[in-house]
C-alpha cells in the first residue's frame, strides 16, 4: 500500500474507532510506522503502546472518559486481562478520583513475569479469584474491587468508593463489610477496609460529598449526622429544600452543610437549560430560604478540601466539635 493511501486507510479507521469510543490498534507496520511518525509530528498521540488517538478525540474527555476509553481499547488488545482496583471500580461505575485512574490495575499470578510498566500497575493475586464481565470488560468481584481500593486509601479517597458500591448494588453495609472481610483474609489492611465499609452511606449523591465526608472524619470531627436531608420551605410551603448535609449538635444546635464546585455553573446537566446568572440568583433565593429556617449553612469549596487548614476553619466557624 503506497504511503498516502496508507493514511486515508489510518484517517477511516481513527474516525471509525473514535466513534465506538475506542482508540486504534494499527494491525501492520506499515500502519505502525506510518502512526509513529504523526505521533513524533504531534498529530497523534499514543496513550498506550498500540493504541493511538486524534488529539480532537482525546483531548475533549474527562480524565474519567479516558480511562475507560482505554479500558475498552486495551480489552481488545488483551482479552484475557483482568482489571482490579480502581480500574475495576470504574468499570462498576463507583466514585473514583480522577488521581486514581492514571494507571490501569490488572491481575496478575505470583508464576507470571510480568511486572508494573507504564500505565500498567500489576497486582499480584494468591489462588482463584472471581471475574466478572461488566460492560464487555472482565473485573474482579465488587468486594474484591472495594477491598483492594481501600485497604490503603485515605478515608476521604475509600469513602467515595463505598458510598458508591451500596448506592449502585444490592448491598447493605453488614453484607458488603462481611464480604470484604473475606475478601482480605490473611492480606494486610483489612481493618482499614471494614472501616471504611462501616462509615459508607449509601445516601451520598456524589464523589465529592463523601470525599468532603471522608476530610472530616480524618480530622478528627464529628461526621454529619443526616444526609441529603429534605427541609420545608419557609415561604413556598408546598416544595422542599434539599441540603447535602446537617449537623445535629450536642447542645441541640443545627448546622447546614453544602459542597459547592464549578460544575454546576459549567456542566450543561447540571444547568438543566439555565442560564449562569439564573443558576446563581436560585442559589440566592435558596440559600435565604435556609437561613429564614434559621439552621447556619456551612459552605465548602471542592477546589480547597485538600488545602491544609481549610476544613477545619470551616468547622471551626460553625462551632462542629471535634470527637478525637
Not at 447556619?296 to 469549596?301: C, K, S
Request: contains cysteine; charged residues 25%; positive net charge.
Amino acid at each position: 500500500m503506497r504511503k498516502g493511501a496508507v493514511q486515508r486507510h489510518i484517517e477511516q479507521c481513527l474516525l471509525r474507532e473514535h466513534e465506538k469510543g475506542l482508540c486504534f490498534a494499527p494491525a501492520t507496520q506499515a500502519e505502525r510506522m506510518a502512526l509513529s511518525r504523526r505521533v513524533a509530528a504531534g498529530e497523534i498521540v499514543r496513550p498506550f503502546p498500540e493504541l493511538y488517538a486524534m488529539p480532537s478525540f482525546w483531548d475533549a474527555m474527562s480524565p474519567l472518559g479516558k480511562a475507560m476509553c482505554l479500558v475498552r481499547s486495551v480489552t481488545r488488545l488483551h482479552p484475557d486481562w483482568v482489571f482490579c482496583s480502581y480500574t475495576a471500580a470504574l468499570v462498576y461505575g463507583l466514585y473514583v478520583p480522577y488521581r486514581c485512574v492514571e494507571r490501569l490495575h490488572v491481575c496478575t499470578t505470583r508464576r507470571a513475569h510480568s511486572r508494573s510498566a507504564g500505565v500498567v500497575e500489576r497486582h499480584r493475586v494468591n489462588g482463584p479469584i472471581e471475574v466478572l464481565l461488566v460492560n464487555g470488560v472482565r473485573v474482579t468481584s465488587l468486594p474484591q474491587t472495594v477491598f483492594d481500593c481501600v485497604r490503603d486509601a485515605p478515608l476521604s479517597i475509600g469513602l467515595g468508593i463505598v458510598d458508591s458500591a451500596l448506592r449502585y448494588y444490592p448491598y447493605d453495609r453488614g453484607k458488603l463489610a462481611e464480604q470484604v472481610r473475606v475478601e482480605g483474609s490473611r492480606r494486610h489492611g483489612v481493618e482499614r477496609a471494614i472501616r471504611a465499609v462501616s462509615l459508607g452511606d449509601e445516601r451520598s449523591e456524589n464523589g465529592g460529598e463523601s470525599y468532603l465526608r471522608g476530610r472530616i472524619i480524618e480530622l478528627g470531627y464529628m461526621s454529619p449526622s443526616d444526609l441529603q436531608v429534605e427541609l420545608p420551605d419557609p415561604v413556598d410551603t408546598q416544595r422542599t429544600v434539599r441540603v447535602d448535609m446537617m449537623w445535629s449538635l450536642p447542645n441541640g444546635k443545627k448546622v447546614i452543610g453544602e459542597l459547592d464546585g464549578y460544575v454546576k455553573y459549567e456542566d450543561e446537566e447540571c444547568l438543566h437549560g439555565r442560564s449562569i446568572v439564573r443558576v446563581l440568583v436560585d442559589e440566592r433565593q435558596r440559600e435565604s430560604r435556609l437561613t429564614a429556617l434559621g439552621y447556619p449553612v456551612a459552605r465548602f469549596l471542592y477546589a480547597r478540601l485538600d488545602e491544609s487548614g481549610y476544613v477545619a476553619a470551616v468547622l471551626d466557624a460553625f462551632g462542629i466539635p471535634r470527637i478525637s
